[in-house]
Every structure is written in C-alpha cells, then in structure tokens.
T-cell receptor
C-alpha cells in the first residue's frame, strides 16, 4: 500500500521568508512517481512537478525547488522569498504508474502574509 | 473555453434528488478522472476513464454513477446521496500514454447534500 504524509497541516510565514513543505512517502514499489500540486482558493489543482523514483536530481524552477531523497523517502518542496500569491494548499502525491491512482497527502495550507 | 471546466460550480441537493455533474476538457486528452475532496481527508480517486473505458472504480457506492460518452466529456450522476457525500468533486484529465502523469484539474463542484 502506498501512503503520503504531509505532517504540516498549516504554515504561516511573512512575505519574503523561505518556507519548506515536507512530504514523506511509503511504497513497496521500486518504480513510482511523486508529484506536487497547488490548490489556490479558487479550488483548481495546479500541477507543479513530477519526479520519477529513478531520478534523484533536485530541481529548481524560479522560486520553487524540490529535494528528493530516496534514503529518507522524502520529497520536500521549498519556496524561496515567498509571496502572498503563494498562499494555497499544497498537496504531495504518489503514483506507481503515470496518471493512475494518485495517492494524495492531506495537504499543507500555506498562508503568506504581507 | 480552455483547460478543464466543470458545471455546476456549486450544487445543493436533497437526499432524494437526482442530479449530474459535468466535466469537459479542451486539452485533447483521452483519460479523465473523478476525485472527491472532503474536509480534512486526502483527495480520493473515484473513477478513471481511459480511451472512454472505465479502468478504475475505487469501491465507490452505486449512488455515484459515472458516464464518459466521449474523450472530452465526463459526467457523474448522483442519486439518493447522503449528507456525508457533501464534498468538492474534482475532475481531471491527462493524455495517455505519453503524458499520463500530468493530470490537469478542473475547479471542482462544491456539493452540499441536505
């Protein structure tokens, strides 16, 4: 069985602070896929990133960066110099096959205040 | 219209009513999904349609009945629902097989069962 844990339920930061959202996963599969989605107040889930289990390279996209560590089964997400528009619920998800059965964590609600 | 659209955005129905949720994708995708998002619970995958065939049904009660008449449209027919079915219902789509992992979500239908 697959499981995704996002231990941080809510995080509040002041604009321009860096913030890291934690994601820990469990799976027996040797091949799997990890995802991060953003859900702004409008409700629409926005795809941010996918990472394959065989690719441990960290990734940076603008102010966003992701740290994938198989040794600790973690796939953490860092926002640098946070902005008010980053306020949203962020979901980490795991899948054993592309597109099927995304197993989501419960989400972390991030509030960035001016 | 672009992306994934869902109608209605909000729906209030009694337990004896019959209603349908509609999802339409304008992305040329050929796989579509229904998810349920309840308060304080992880997103739950309900149904998957790939190439217009239902390929996954996650033990969803029969009071939820999906229909996928073509690759662009997905419906969720509702009848004799229970108050605990109140949730945000999200539709998603992706392209099988090359970009299955990128599921694009609609804004959701906020359902309240009274």
């Amino acid at each position: 069985a697959q499981k995704v844990t996002q231990a941080q339920t809510e995080i509040s930061v002041v604009e321009k602070e860096d913030v890291t959202l934690d994601c820990v996963y469990e799976t027996r599969d040797t091949t799997y896929y990890l995802f991060w989605y953003k859900q702004p107040p409008s409700g629409e889930l926005v795809f941010l990133i996918r990472r394959n289990s065989f690719d441990e390279q960290n990734e940076i996209s603008g102010r966003y960066s992701w740290n994938f560590q198989k040794s600790t089964s973690s796939f953490n997400f860092t926002i640098t110099a946070s902005q008010v528009v980053d306020s949203a619920v962020y979901f980490c998800a795991l899948s054993e096959a592309p597109g099927y059965a995304l197993n989501f964590g419960k989400g972390t609600s991030l509030l960035v205040t001016p | 219209e672009t992306g994934v659209t869902q109608t209605p955005r909000h729906l209030v129905m009694g337990m004896t009513n019959k209603k349908s949720l509609k999802c339409e994708q304008h992305l040329g995708h050929n796989a579509m999904y229904w998810y349920k998002q309840s308060a304080k619970k992880p997103l739950e995958l309900m149904f998957v349609y790939s190439l217009e065939e239902r390929v996954e049904n996650n033990s969803v009660p029969s009071r939820f009945s999906p229909e996928c008449p073509n690759s662009s449209h997905l419906f969720l027919h509702l009848h004799t629902l229970q108050p605990e079915d109140s949730a945000l219902y999200l539709c998603a789509s992706s392209h099988y097989p090359d970009r299955e992992y990128e599921q694009y979500f609609g804004p959701g239908t906020r359902l309240t069962v009274t």
